[in-house]
Structure formats: structure tokens, C-alpha cells
């Protein structure tokens, strides 16, 4: 299974340095694009296990920390020359975005790289489906949104546990009677979990009655996070925008 | 195996024709009468692809050994296609010309792209050793 990576760059012809590092490493897939809408309109549509984002400091965290609003759970990594201004590094911090200074050797700049993108060697695989047959309600997210679905379980006062399988991994959403209390995705829980979810459109789903879980992680009324979530998925929509033209 | 120049070859190559194709895409636009009047948007857009490609096609075409096949063809699209609105004003000579010459361009980056890839696919199966004792036993031979 290869890592893949995207990567945002704006002069990938004669700024490469870093990609022909990239190029050299083994089962390493990348993907070059020049703009951020071009980097989100992918996002929407592929998995990418990294995002690197290549380019002068400022401008460099502003497109990182800008995709970090809409994606969530993505690893994020910039590629920037030393970065001197201390609330640039702290606004990195803060959106737990990783920092690669390229002023330094190739031999360092090529360890570093390598090490950061080994790390996602060993996450391979789809996981496997594991419906059960006695699932109140199985289905396929391609034909349902995880926003329908949750609406419509909402509205019936439902309390009970949904799964959602997808190449990007698993996660779940808790509801009780017809709120929803705790969700988790990966290393993401409460609201930032749901919003990743809302993004999926491949996979598969199913709920579980009766299954509560005992920790809150979410505290708002499900309108409140449908409205938010929907504008959210709306403005990242809006990004594309450029792409959606040509 | 990986030969970093072969994969710095293929990535030059890749992004150069995306660049082509985005240009096709407002090309047709242009030549396309019923599409609505062209925003300055569209035309800003289609500037800064011109500008990628008058600024890397030249350094490209050197790098895979095309430069005297392709830079005349290149250049030729690039200087006719001046805006959206002057593609959309352009003879139909003009036109033929202009399609003539990008499609001369796309299709040989295409084809090279592909004997690239093709290339990258059979080194991944050799190890350097084997590599570096065949290149030196071939050259004796030769």
C-alpha cells in the first residue's frame, strides 16, 4: 500500500527540492497542485494520507491552516524556509499543522522527510465491513448522506450507536434519544468527528440500537450541528469554485 | 530501482500536461459560440496557465530532450492565443493552426510521458547492482 501524499505547490517546476525528495522515496505516491482550490477540490474527492503544503512562511500556514478548517482530521505539513515570526509557529501549533524548515542540508531536509512520511506506512487497508445482521439499519453512503441519515434518526428520537466504514477508517456517532451525545474518528471526538463525517460520501454504515455511550462529547442540539455542518460543507464547496468554472 | 532523473522527468512531464489541458479547456471555450460572454475571471485564469507555460515549457522541453521538436509548436500556440476573447476572434486558418499545433504539442508530451512511465516500470523490477553490471558489460560489448 503506498503513501499518498498532496501536495500544494506553486511553483513545482522550479521550486523542487522537496519534491524530488518525495519522488525518490519508495511506495510514496504524490500528487502536485498549484492552488488551494485545486487542493480542496481533490480533498473532497480523494484520500490522501498527507498534505504538504510548500511555500513562503505566511502564506504557507495561511493555505494549511485554511484547509485545516475544512478537514479536520487530515495531516497537515508545511514546507517553509525558517520561520522567525513566533505567532506564525504558535498558529501552526495550534492547528496542529507540522513544521519542516528546508533551509538546512538536503541530507537533514531528506531524513526528516522520510521519517515523517514512514509514519504512514503502516496504516494500509480498508477495514473490514463487520455488518451484522441484526443492525437495525445498514446502509451505503453513496446513496444516503451521513447528514440524512442522522436527520432521520434524530427525528425518531433514536438512541443507539452509528458505525461508519470507509477507506478513510472508521468512526462512530452515539445518539440518545434523538441527540447526538459522542462521536469519534480517529484521534478527532465530539464536534470536529461529526464534521468529518459529513464529508464522507463512500462507504458504509450502520446503527446499533441501544448502545449509549457513557461519555458527552457533544453538547449542542442536532439542528444547531446540522445548520453548521451543512454551511461548512457549503463554503468548502465555494473553494472549489475556480475548478467548478473551467 | 529508482532513477531520480527518469521520476524528475516524469513529474516535469505530468505537470506540463495538466498546463496543456487546462489551456485546451479555454481554448474550446473560446472556439465554443453559444458559451456565454467570457468574465474577466475566466480570463485571468486563462492568463496565468498562458503564464505557467511561456515560463516552464521551455525548461521542460530541454529537460526530456524535446526542446527542438516542440518549442516552435509550443510557442506558436502561446503567441495565437492571446486572451479567450482573441482565441474566440481567431480566423478559421487560425483556428486550424492553433488546434494543429497544441494538438502536435499534447500529443507527443503524451506519447514521451508514456515511454517514460514505461521506463520507471521496468527499472522498479532491477536491483542497482544487476543495473550498474549490465550498463558496464553493454558499453564493453558495444
Known sequence: MET?????NSDPVFEDRALAMFDAMRKVETRIVRTLSEAVYILMRENFDLFVVEGEPAVAIGQATNTRQHFPSLEVMCLTRGISDPKLQEEATQQNIELVATDCSDFKLRSRLRRIVSAFERQSGTPAEGIDPCHSLVGNLNQFSAAEILQMSCMSQRSGRFTFKSSRGNSEIYLHHGMVRHAVYSSLEGEGAVAEIFRWRQGRFYFEEGIISQVQTVNRPWTHLLIDNLQKLDETIQMTSVQGKR | MRDSTLETQIRLLTLQVESWKKLHDFITYALDKSKPIVSADQERQFTEIRGLLLQESEHVFTQVNLVAELSGKAMNVLQRSTSIRGVRDLSAEETRRLEAD????????????????????????RNIITFSLARLFGRKAA
Request: proline residues 0%; without cysteine; aromatic residues 6%.
Open chain 1, 4 to 8: 499518498r501524499l498532496l501536495i500544494l
Open chain 2, 102 to 125: 497544441w494538438n502536435a504539442v499534447f500529443t507527443k508530451i503524451g506519447v514521451v510521458q508514456g515511454q517514460l512511465k514505461a521506463r520507471r516500470r521496468e527499472l522498479l523490477g
